[in-house]
């Protein structure tokens, strides 16, 4: 029945033979049964499924040869061998999954000679830290112990100016911080301390007179507290009046996520008790009695505030309460120079804000477009409104106080689980949500660029051209309003020169990274591209332009100068850090190097105007100064101004006229003068 198959001898040349195939058909294999090879075969005809006949192709063995191993394995020795003179110091297992641009750092650091003298973009052979604050030794090249802090109320006086933000004691190198990356001052003062060691001796020096005059912290008496809301005296309530209308008016316009007109109304009615609102009230009035330049007056209420805001106020969540724990660790705790407390008072208050559900908006609410003005104005509607700008404004407080210190951003926000409507303009003129929209869109990307800056591999040049490009854009959209120096309200003029120092700061925290790894690499200027000639130029500049701008828009005012201050002594880093690298090279731009010193005295003079209104315990201008003293060889040149040597309680005005106010006596208000008191502005 079935045929067998015989070979015969090949009597001439034939083509090659086709692949070989399986003797038995798939189907013949399923069944097990014999298979004559057939097209179809004898079986699956005979079972009525010819269709399934089929044969599966072999695979055809490649067998290496000898000669072909021995080949392949010299070629592999032979790149091997490129790669370790490439990369002498380095694995050639660590080498893979890097890109490009990060093969070619480590090329420059390889082939960069090790008793290389100090160069534009080049350090001392000893320098093996990184730009970042990630090593585990200390300035001294000691080994460090755990990262700790302290700053609690108890610290020492003089470690109240000495947070890990401004890296102020940095140059005493006492004991280890907390971590920080490559965009915070510490990483940039560490740079500058390794090329110019003067400057680290000068500062040392400066720190040690700090310490034989430490700070004296304002005494203030239990007494003094306000412990009741119904037997209240006239001083009192004059002293909570014009605290909560200096809020408004100069710390409202930064985060405005208080609705104004329920709040004033809850103030002037009396009737709330709970926790979280007398909670908000306090720190209404802590960051109020800043602004109205009391010294004393903020340790009072935050005293206060503290008896609210304790671990018991996360066991009962509610709108109040939240906001209290923005204004507390998105401003008032940076102000006592306590960020790392701040960072975590934020930390908590997202988990507060998720945990009532202000990361998300029902869908079934009308849109913006198609609500009208009687919606929006309606008590619901403007609650709703008033939950939207208390989510933007914690996660434009938590972007902003974050920027410079490189740490990751935790999830702050992802449009995958969170879809919270940017603010609603409730009047054609409502500047606040205006700012707060551009703020929160300015804050999308900074929230980005912090994100990219904490991964483990840094940025490339690509990278930091794209975010550098997008700030740009981003501010160039915004409103003509926002980038003129035309006459606005009090308010809205607030908004916008904070808006611009941040959108400056963020720019150059970006391009002056780029410098610190170039100097970290230790490479030499020859070996830079025009890229990145222009993108170190283009830092320089936009430093010299922040100086500039706050030299010219700061306000005489305690808030403002505090804010100011600290962007102002971000930008004289870039300055600083372009003099001691460029200084030494006998090729310098001596038009650059000029502009740089000019950036530099116009920073400290304007440090020397703002010194009224600044606090005891800001040093950014006597770090400035001392720096730039010891790399330039020259001493300070600002001037001062009349208030510079007299007492730095500048603000004594307050109470002193607080006083003459009330020199007709302490007695309770009636009612009909109340009102008059609620109602000023």
Not at 2 to 13: D, V, W
């Amino acid at each position: 029945m079935f045929h067998n198959f015989k070979s015969h001898r090949k009597t001439s040349p034939s083509p090659p033979a086709p692949a070989r195939l399986n003797k038995s058909c798939s189907e013949c294999t399923r069944r097990k049964v014999k298979c004559d090879g057939g097209h179809p075969c004898s079986s699956c005809t005979y079972y009525k499924v010819s269709h399934l006949c089929n044969y599966r192709q072999r695979n055809k063995r490649n067998a290496v040869s000898r000669s072909t191993l021995e080949e392949v394995s010299d070629r592999l020795r032979s790149r091997t061998e490129i790669l370790e003179q490439l990369f002498p110091n380095t694995p050639v297992d660590e080498l893979i999954g890097k890109s490009r641009d990060e093969l070619l750092d480590i090329l420059r650091v390889e082939l960069t000679p090790k008793g290389a003298s100090v160069d534009l973009f080049s350090r001392p052979a000893e320098y093996a830290e990184a730009a970042d604050d990630s090593a585990q030794v200390s300035e001294n090249g000691e080994p460090v112990a755990d990262r700790q802090w302290n700053e609690s109320r108890n610290q020492a006086p003089i470690m109240q100016a000495a947070d890990d933000i401004n890296a102020i004691n940095l140059a005493t190198d006492k004991h280890r911080r907390s971590y920080l990356g490559v965009t915070s001052i510490s990483a940039i003062l560490r740079t500058i301390f390794r090329l110019c060691p003067s400057a680290k001796h000068r500062v040392a020096e400066q720190a040690k007179r700090w310490s034989e005059n430490p700070i004296q912290p304002q005494p203030y008496h239990q007494s003094q507290l306000v412990l009741s809301m119904s037997g209240e005296s006239a001083t009192h309530l004059l002293k909570e009046q014009r605290c909560i209308d200096f809020y408004f008016e100069h710390i409202h316009p930064i985060v405005p996520m208080l609705d104004e007109e329920d709040f004033r109304n809850s103030y002037s009615l009396k009737h709330r008790r709970d926790a979280g609102w007398l909670g908000l009230l306090n720190m209404v009035i802590t960051l109020g009695s800043i602004a109205s330049g009391s010294d004393t007056l903020h340790e009072q209420y935050y005293e206060q505030a503290r008896n609210y805001l304790d671990l018991d106020s996360f066991g009962s969540g509610n709108l109040e309460s939240l906001q209290a724990l923005c204004l507390l660790g998105g401003l008032y705790l940076h102000y006592r120079n306590a960020p790392n407390m701040a960072y975590a008072i934020l930390g908590a208050a997202h988990r507060v804000a998720i945990a009532l559900g202000l990361h998300r908006e029902s869908r079934h609410r009308n849109t913006h477009a198609t609500r009208t003005q009687e919606d929006k104005t309606s008590p619901k509607q403007s609650r709703a409104e008033t939950k939207r700008r208390t989510w933007w404004s914690l996660f434009c407080l938590d972007t902003w106080a974050s920027m410079t210190l490189g740490r990751p951003t935790c999830g702050r926000w992802d449009s995958r689980t969170m879809d919270t409507p940017f603010p609603t303009l409730l009047t054609e003129n409502d500047y606040m949500a205006m700012s707060l929209c551009a703020s929160l869109q300015f804050c999308l990307i900074s929230n980005r660029i912090q994100n990219r800056f904490a991964r483990l591999n840094r940025l490339t040049m690509t990278e930091i051209t794209s975010f550098d490009e997008e700030l740009q854009a981003w501010y160039a959209s915004t409103p003509l309003i926002f980038r003129s120096m035309s006459n606005s309200s009090s308010r809205f003029t607030i908004a916008r020169e904070f808006m611009r120092n941040r959108y400056l700061n963020i720019r150059l925290i970006l391009l002056r990274s780029l410098i610190l790894y170039f100097i970290h690499n230790r490479i030499h200027k020859d070996q830079l591209g025009a890229q990145e000639l222009q993108i170190i130029d283009t830092c320089r500049l936009a430093a010299g332009e922040a100086i500039d701008s706050i030299a010219l828009h700061w306000t005489p005012n305690r808030i403002h100068v505090w804010n100011s201050a600290w962007y102002l002594f971000q930008a004289c880093m870039v300055p600083l850090l372009f003099i001691v690298i460029e200084q030494p090279r006998p090729d310098t731009n001596a038009e650059s190097l000029a502009s740089a010193r000019a950036s530099l005295v116009k920073a400290l003079e304007t440090f020397s105007e703002m010194k009224p209104w600044m606090r005891a315990s800001d040093r950014a201008s006597d770090i400035i100064s001392a720096i730039y003293e010891a790399i330039t060889g020259e001493v300070e040149v600002a001037g001062k101004t009349p208030y510079q040597d007299g007492d730095s309680s500048f603000f004594g005005w307050y109470d002193e006229q607080l006083a003459a106010d009330l020199d007709w006596g302490s007695f309770l208000m009636d009612d009909d003068l109340q009102g008059a008191f609620l109602t000023v502005q």
